[in-house]
Nanobody, 124 residues
Framework: VQLQASGGGLVQAGGSLRLSCSAS????????MGWFRQAPGKAREFVAI????????LYADSVKGRFTISRDNAKNTVYLEMNSLNAEDTAVYYC??????????????????WGQGTQVTVSS
């Protein structure tokens, strides 16, 4: 599966953005989809994951209550709605697909396909 992330940009602190990740070339509905991010000088970190049916979700503590992951399997697209953004959310955001069971966890090694990343910059 090929993944294409979009929707990043520059936003003021407290603002919102919605990221999208379009998939092609695979069985999208069978894969768990995740969002990760990497800030300058830091390791890539897990943000959120959603199961193939869309019913199961899991979030990093740092974004819980502010970010929402969702998917539209008819459109082969996963979304990340980001609210109450702050400077610490500034990063390149990556979407990723995992064919492993949802219970495998959120480590990036579980994800076998990655998008190219989209930059999110939050100004304070």
């Amino acid at each position: 599966v090929q993944l294409q992330a979009s929707g990043g940009g520059l936003v003021q602190a407290g603002g919102s953005l919605r990221l999208s990740c379009s998939a092609s070339g695979g069985t999208f509905g069978n894969d768990n989809m995740g969002w990760f991010r990497q800030a300058p000088g830091k390791a890539r970190e897990f943000v959120a994951i959603i199961g193939g049916s869309g019913r199961a979700t899991l979030y990093a503590d740092s974004v819980k209550g502010r970010f929402t992951i969702s998917r539209d399997n008819a459109k082969n697209t996963v979304y990340l709605e980001m609210n109450s953004l702050n400077a610490e959310d500034t990063a390149v955001y990556y979407c990723a697909a995992s064919s492993r069971p949802f219970s495998s966890g959120t480590a990036d090694v579980n994800f076998n396909n990655w998008g190219q990343g989209t930059q999110v910059t939050v100004s304070s």
